[in-house]
């Protein structure tokens, strides 16, 4: 796609001021058109009837456009929700999230995050260390925009969550999302599930672990969901971090590896010794001769 204009085409949905659905591209000219009536669609799509339906195109000129690597996919089968949540907290843990703020965002995320105890538009931002909220407004937060994958990357990580059996569209959205935000400044970690009714799964995330995946994070029916991105406490620029989110145009150039689903055990094994390897490599590294 190098040389190519690249256009973003943002779509949201919204009736009585209220948002209902929201969805957004990253693609050549060329492809307007039929994007354009897909997210049309799309917008269509969910229960209530649109009011008003937004659609921009923005031309990016190619400029500054960043290309990453999806994280690879782990999906792991906890028993119900709470060993799920669980699980999740002690990956959290296991990258730097302090119990506190790893404690205080499930609360958050199990109870509503916003000021009014309902859903977020966008995600938390958290302090790792001490938990404190960073986001500058608790309603909206932060809203990860300006992503999507080039096209054989998008080919190829279809057929790997296929042979998967991960077919949901919200899964290969949602690894975007996540794979941008493990490449922002300061984020050392995310968590996510679902606020539609009828999606229970969520993740944690980050780029030493990857995306494992949880079918079941929330009980079904339950339309309260949210996301977290967990931030260093030292040094850390709320400004670097959004803009990145929000606005730096980025493109997913190579997919992950689905691998097979394992159970919280084996996940949390698999992570002592990845984060082994990891100490390895940088005591050789600190011991190496100068
Ligand atoms: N940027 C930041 N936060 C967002 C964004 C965004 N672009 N979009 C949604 N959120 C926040 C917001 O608080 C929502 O309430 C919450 O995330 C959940 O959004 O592997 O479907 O679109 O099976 O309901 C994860 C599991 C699914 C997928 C996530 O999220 C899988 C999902 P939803
Ligand atoms: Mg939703």
């Not at 917008?43 to 209530?48: E, L, V």
């Not at 077919?167 to 949602?174: D, P």
């Not at 309260?224 to 709320?238: E, K, M, N, Q």
Request: glycine share 8%; charged share 20%; hydrophobic share 45%.
């Amino acid at each position: 796609m190098k040389g190519i204009e690249l256009f973003s085409i943002r779509m949201r949905a919204s009736a009585q001021g209220r948002h209902i659905s929201g969805a957004e591209r990253i693609i050549p000219a060329g492809d307007i058109p039929q994007v354009f009536s897909a997210l049309y669609a799309r917008a269509q799509s969910k229960g209530a009837p649109p009011e008003q339906i937004v659609i921009t195109i923005e031309n990016l000129a190619n400029e500054g456009i960043e290309r990453i690597p999806a994280l690879d996919v782990a999906t792991c089968a906890a028993r119900d929700y709470s060993e799920a949540r669980s699980t999740a907290a002690q990956v959290l843990e296991s990258l730097g999230v302090s119990r506190d703020a790893v404690f205080s965002a499930l609360q958050l995320l199990a109870k509503g995050p916003s000021s009014t105890g309902g859903v977020m538009r966008g995600a938390m931002v958290i302090n790792a260390e001490t938990g404190a909220r960073l986001e500058p407004d608790q309603d909206r937060g932060i809203r990860a925009s300006r992503f999507d994958w080039e096209p054989a990357a998008s080919a190829a990580m279809d057929d790997a969550l296929a042979s998967a059996g991960l077919t949901h569209f919200r899964i290969k959205e949602a690894l975007a999302l996540a794979s941008k935000a493990a490449h922002a400044p300061g984020i050392v970690a995310e968590l996510c599930w679902s606020d539609d009714p009828d999606y229970t799964a969520g993740y944690v995330a980050s780029s030493r672990t990857g995306y494992i995946r949880f079918p079941m994070m929330k009980p079904q029916g339950s339309a309260i969901g949210g996301r977290a991105f967990f931030v260093t406490a030292a040094g850390f620029s709320l400004a670097a971090c959004t803009g990145y989110l929000c606005a730096q145009t980025v493109l997913i150039n190579a997919a992950g590896r689905c691998k097979a689903p394992s159970s919280p055990a084996e996940v949390l094994a698999a992570l002592t010794s990845t984060h082994d390897e990891d100490r390895t490599n940088r005591s050789a590294v600190a011991g190496a001769p100068q």
